[in-house]
């Protein structure tokens, strides 16, 4: 076995290659840290390590990675709603998560419905936890009513709740029944509720006579 003297010390190789170790595994920590506790793997290419290494640290459960590219030390550290946020800035949150943000319906949803692009990657929603069911969009109707909300501690984006009664009527099929009646219920009853902005939103979206059917009845 090879041994190297180090300020008057003889070590041994496999602790000198120990010792490399750690000190890379504590620079990619912090450099995760210094980047907001999640980083993609083409940022940690800025590190200039081979890649080799990091898929180490990975196996020996010193990194965790989260899905395919993304990476962070302890997923503990972050609730559903921060990794959401992370890992898909560019989603909108829609059907019955959606309808829960806005307090429509009691029980929270297993799994997040998030509509995105229709063009990006369907591997880019696989992944254990949190359960992704994307729901595919036209570019040019995804951003129709967008805005943000605060859930939890972080912004998230979501459909207007105009919009929003017009995307759960459109895709009435791909919802449970029960929590649909109450989400739309729970709309029909909100006092700053805008029904000519819900008008708009069921030209565009198709569904005038879903909305003159089940809501106007009501109003």
């Keep these: 076995m ?3 003297r180090r300020n008057g010390v003889i070590m041994s190789e496999s602790y000198a290659v120990n010792e490399k170790r750690e000190l890379i595994l504590q620079k990619v920590k912090e450099f995760i840290v210094a980047h907001g506790g999640i980083v993609k793997k083409n940022q940690l290419e800025e590190l200039h390590i081979d890649y080799r290494r990091i898929l180490d640290f990975v196996e020996k459960g010193d990194l965790i990675r989260i899905k395919s590219g993304y990476y962070t030390i302890r997923i503990g ?27 429509y319906i009691k029980k929270k949803p297993y799994g997040w419905r998030l509509a995105v692009d229709k063009n990006t990657s369907k591997s880019r929603f696989k992944m254990d936890y949190p359960k ?10 995804l ?8 859930l939890s501690d972080v912004t998230v984006r979501i459909f207007e709740k105009e919009r929003l009664i017009c995307e759960c009527l459109k895709y009435e099929d791909k919802m449970d029944r029960e929590r649909f009646k109450e989400g739309l219920m729970a709309y ?3 006092p700053k509720k805008d029904i000519a902005k819900l008008m708009y939103y069921a030209k565009e979206r198709k569904v005038v006579k879903k909305v003159q059917n089940m809501i106007g009845v009501w109003l």
């Design 77 to 103: 550290d972050y609730s559903e709603d921060e990794l959401i946020v992370k890992l898909f800035p560019d989603a909108v949150l829609t059907m019955e998560c959606a309808l829960y943000a806005y307090g």
């Design 132 to 141: 992704i069911i994307p729901m595919y969009a036209e570019p040019e109707t």
């Design 143 to 150: 951003q129709l009513g967008v805005t943000e909300i605060q």
């Design 188 to 190: 029909i009853k909100d």
């Design 2 to 4: 090879r041994r190297e």
